[in-house]
């Protein structure tokens, strides 16, 4: 089931549109006790900008209907079937009810949806250190992979894989993750400082913070050396 809409998005518009749309979207956040984030994404996922009606107060929650008699609306009403009222029509029309809640969620932002790629690709490599571990040079997996009877005979394949290969692969993948999370965390960083001043705050200061936890993993913010010499130092160099 969707998620219940959180009074305070209509909240956060109606400070703003009071302030003459002036206000600042951090004092909002800091007033209904959400993130500034939260706010941004508020602002343009209900198109804020685009709230055009002369009373705008009335037009986030207390939708009144004309004084009785009053024919102003005859004939502009909206068309038969329109779903004007209903900001994502189109997809509520074709996709599952789960796929239309998780949309509305989505971040507008181009930023913002950069930066949730980002946290997906850091959090892969972080679940990897245990999916992938290590014991030591004595831990060997072995894996039945196949079985086949036969009239006469049995025939069964295993996968036997010792420390060494299974650490291997690790680096591997693990290298590969983090050149793609190196590749966005660039790409991040370009798109906000081209943004620079429409950034707020928080996008700013979510690059430095990463770099400081990527740094962990790699080193000192140093480059995972080459695959061959990082085998060659674990397992010598006749292996």
Known sequence: ?????????????????????????????????????????????????????????????????????????????????????????????????????????????????????????????????SIMYVRDQKDVTITKIGHKDGETVTEERWEVQQAWDKQGNFLQAQARAQKTLEGLIKQYDELLHKNWELASEEQKARIAQLRAQTDKLTGNNQELEDMEEIEGDIYGSGK
């Open 1 to 129: 089931m969707p998620r219940p809409r959180s009074p305070n998005r209509d909240k956060a518009l109606q400070l703003w549109l009071d302030s003459g749309r002036k206000r600042q979207l951090k004092d909002i956040a800091a007033e209904l006790q959400v993130s500034e984030e939260q706010i941004r994404k508020w602002k343009n996922q209900d198109k804020w900008d685009k709230v055009t009606l002369p009373n705008a107060k009335g037009n986030v929650t207390n939708h009144k209907g004309a004084p009785a008699g009053n024919q102003n609306a005859v004939g502009h009403g909206a068309p038969k079937q329109n779903k004007n009222a209903e900001k994502y029509g189109f997809f509520s029309k074709y996709l599952p009810e789960e796929t239309v809640s998780i949309i509305q969620e989505m971040p507008t932002d181009p930023l913002d949806i950069l930066w949730d790629q980002v946290q997906i690709a850091y959090a892969a490599i972080i679940r990897a250190q």
